[in-house]
């Protein structure tokens, strides 16, 4: 980050690296939308208890605290829709964990028809939360040079601290093993 000037850094959004991740997260959404075509292959079943354990790890314990430690607090801070958006995605994401959680458990006991409805609701609401934080809740986050510049660092600084979950590369690795 010191080696971008103050020119440099207006040009970066501050949301850019979380609307790489989602691209990424939504990767695996259409895994987990293949793997609910045919859940009767006990393999389709191992595969997804690996995305969940990206989506537990990497995008709840890396990606979703990034968000809500250092994108939401400014939106929530400037009032109005802008709050209302952060806190509606905050709730997502306590939805969608929750949702990983509850399919852990019905993969443990191989419940099928509820395997079936969970994913569903998972990879429902995955694709539209990520659409509407890149689409809207991103679009109100346009912060100042300097406020950007201490926002960039912190989250570096989280992922350093959080590397166990915020190293993609380890996860791609898993995923790339899936095909």
Known sequence: MCFLNKIGLKMIAVTLELQDEHVFISNLNNYL????NNLNDK????????????????????HHKKEEKFIFP??????????????EMMNQHKIIENLENQLESSL??????????????LITILDSHIQEENTVVFAYAEISIDEKEKILNEINGFEKENFEFCNKDKYQKILDQLQ
């Open 33 to 36: 939308k293949n793997y609910k």
């Open 43 to 62: 393999k389709n079943l191992q595969k997804i208890s690996k995305i969940l354990f990206i989506l537990s790890n990497f995008v709840s314990k890396c």
């Open 74 to 87: 400014y939106l929530i801070n400037k009032g109005g829709e802008e709050a209302s958006l952060a806190n």
């Open 108 to 121: 443990n006991m191989v419940a099928l028809k509820t395997i079936d409805q969970k994913l569903l609701d």
